[in-house]
């Protein structure tokens, strides 16, 4: 049977054995306090109540620039490039990762020019007796300045988008700076108009 190493030391030097990954409270070894296991402080011992200094806010330091400014929020930007292939290969739905709004309302012409050229074929047929249902081949055609504006909106919203994007960190930036060297209030939550 093999020996405990705890029960071989002399009881005033005996600490309590730990296991592999325990944390073990710190302290400096006091060899004459037997009682808190030669530790100078033993939390398990519960002879030494914990105290704690009351938390104090933190005052950065006078005439350190860059310490005490305001969190600042970035946009992301988006890209042209994504803005073209999704406009590309999916129209007006492209749009939607550069404007929403533009998304609508190409989506809207594009269904408006659709019900047009749907009426007007139907009426051409019904005059020409069946043969202007032909100009149903040519239908399509009618979505191609829609798939090309589309492209267009597209790119340059998302062009428009990363100006404003631009424009804001700028600002930040500065009322930034302004409020590090001064000590002046900064403008909290300012978005350049259109934004």
């Known amino acids: 049977m093999s020996e405990n190493p705890y029960d071989a030391q002399?009881?005033?030097?005996r600490t309590p054995p730990t296991l592999s990954g325990e944390l073990v409270p710190s302290g400096h070894v006091d060899p004459g306090r037997v009682d808190t296991g030669a530790r100078s402080y033993d939390p398990l011992a519960g002879s030494q109540p914990l105290t704690y200094a009351p938390l104090q806010p933190h005052v950065p330091p006078p005439g350190q620039p860059g310490m005490g400014v305001p969190?600042?929020?970035v946009p992301t930007q988006k890209s042209v490039g994504v803005a073209f292939v999704l406009t590309f290969f999916f129209g007006p739905f492209g749009m939607f990762y550069s404007t929403v709004a533009g998304a609508l309302i190409m989506l809207g012409i594009g269904l408006a020019l659709a019900v047009l050229t749907g009426i007007v074929v139907f009426v051409i047929s019904l005059i020409t007796l069946g043969l202007g249902s032909v100009l149903v081949i040519l239908a399509p055609l009618v979505g191609i300045p829609?798939?090309?504006g589309s492209i267009i909106w597209g790119c340059v919203a998302a062009s428009k988008h990363n100006e404003l994007v631009h424009a804001q960190i700028g600002m930040q930036f500065a009322a930034g700076a302004q409020y590090a060297s001064g000590g002046q209030q900064a403008p909290g939550?300012?978005?350049?108009?259109?934004y």
Do not use: A, L, Q, S
Not at 189 to 194: A, E, I, L, T
């Open 10 to 13: 002399p009881p005033e030097r």
């Open 71 to 73: 969190p600042m929020y």
């Open 146 to 148: 829609v798939w090309i």
């Open 189 to 194: 939550g300012y978005r350049p108009p259109g």
